[in-house]
């Protein structure tokens, strides 16, 4: 199965080069200059700031590893390893599309009816994981 890769704008096309390149880059907001991968004009917080007096909320949701079929299909020809997956996630796995889902039903629900400018990780603890290698890695599980 192959997707279509996105299209190439002026805004994301030093993104794309550099990843033809072999580097990775990141694109800045032009408001705060956060940091963003992939390549967006303004972030979250800054359109929040900007429309919230019009009543419109903006939020982003971060999935992690993320079992799509695009994904099983590359486990299943041994291109991706399930447990180098799953070893970088605090929870041990990887996340689920209807688990995406749901974050996003939430934040366009009115029970996030005050959530706005809010970037929320569905990421299984990925984002928490990296800095426990430095130190042994993350515990067992604790019984």
């Known amino acids: 199965m192959s997707f279509p890769l996105p299209e190439e ?77 799953n070893e970088n996630s605090a929870l041990g796995r990887m996340v689920s599309t209807e688990e995406v889902a749901r974050a996003v039903c939430f934040l366009a629900s009115e029970d996030a009816s005050a959530i706005t400018g809010a970037n929320l990780p569905v990421d299984c603890g990925w984002l928490v994981t990296p800095s426990w290698h430095t130190y042994g890695g993350l515990r067992p599980a604790r019984r």
């Open 9 to 85: 704008t002026p805004l994301s096309q030093p993104y794309w080069h550099a990843l033809r390149q072999g580097r990775l880059t990141f694109q800045r907001c032009r408001k705060c200059r956060h940091a963003w991968l992939p390549p967006r004009a303004e972030c979250p917080e800054c359109l929040a700031a900007e429309w919230g007096r019009s009543g419109v909320r903006v939020n982003a949701v971060s999935p992690g590893y993320t079992l799509t079929p695009a994904l099983q299909s590359a486990i299943d020809k041994g291109q991706r390893d399930v447990s180098l997956l």
